[in-house]
């Protein structure tokens, strides 16, 4: 069911991600990790729905998405860059299988940080944060997406490689077979993928490889 929602907030989180608070349907309901499709409610626009994951918290009063623009794709997240406070977004239902299932290493590339964003709120929210730990994935440093927040909230357990740029404080190297074997110690644990399909792809093949059971790998399923 579509629901149409005021945009009450936007602040820049990176040079080409965007934060967009609205208002909250009654009784709207979703589960951190979830998305729902979303489209500008704007005479061309209203059918051109995009799936985006919440980064709020479900109890909170208000509904947040952290929307990285394509500029050169003339597209839905291009146009996000034109929004202001007070335009509107048509949102429908809440979907998704990214859940928690519990303590685990949590493996992203890009915008593929933002389902797991509403998960590790609601865990520091909780006092449930140990045990968990964070690999994220970027081209270069200034993509990295609430780099700060990662740092306060898993300390030693974040660990943030660039592909692309050579920096001090992260690791210069794509997420293989050695970086896994490198960075985790125990493939028993539950992981939780998100990202461009085949690194998502490619890396649970690497961890099964590795050990990890088929059923303790959390991904988007379509």
């Known amino acids: ?37 979303v489209a500008i409610n704007k005479e061309g626009w209203k059918e051109e729905k995009r799936p985006f994951s919440f980064t709020s918290l479900p109890e909170d009063d208000f509904l947040q998405f952290s929307i990285k623009s394509y500029r050169d794709h003339n597209g839905v997240t291009d146009k996000v860059n034109g929004l202001i406070a007070g335009d509107e977004l048509k949102i429908g239902d809440p979907v998704g299988t990214i859940q928690y299932k519990g303590n685990g290493t949590f493996i992203a590339g890009g ?4 389902p797991f964003i509403s998960i590790f709120k609601d865990l520091e929210k909780k006092n449930k944060l140990n045990g968990n730990s964070l690999i994220f994935s970027n081209k270069t440093s ?14 030693d357990n974040f660990i943030s490689t660039l592909t692309q740029e050579n920096v001090e404080g992260h690791e210069n190297d794509k997420i293989g077979m050695e ?12 992981f939780y993928l998100c990202g461009p399909e085949e690194m998502v792809k490619d890396i649970s093949e690497l961890l099964k ?12 399923k379509y």
């Open 142 to 155: 200034k993509d990295v997406i609430l780099e700060s927040y990662w740092q306060d909230i898993f300390d």
């Open 209 to 220: 490889i590795l050990g990890a059971r088929a059923d303790a790998i959390v991904f988007e």
């Open 1 to 37: 069911m579509a629901n149409t929602v005021k945009i009450t907030n936007i602040r820049s989180l990176t040079h080409n991600v965007t934060e967009i608070t609205t208002q909250k349907p009654k009784e709207y309901a979703f589960e951190p990790g979830q998305s729902t499709e």
């Open 179 to 190: 970086f896994l074997k490198k960075h985790i110690e125990d493939f028993s644990q539950n």
């Open 111 to 114: 915008a593929g940080i933002t």
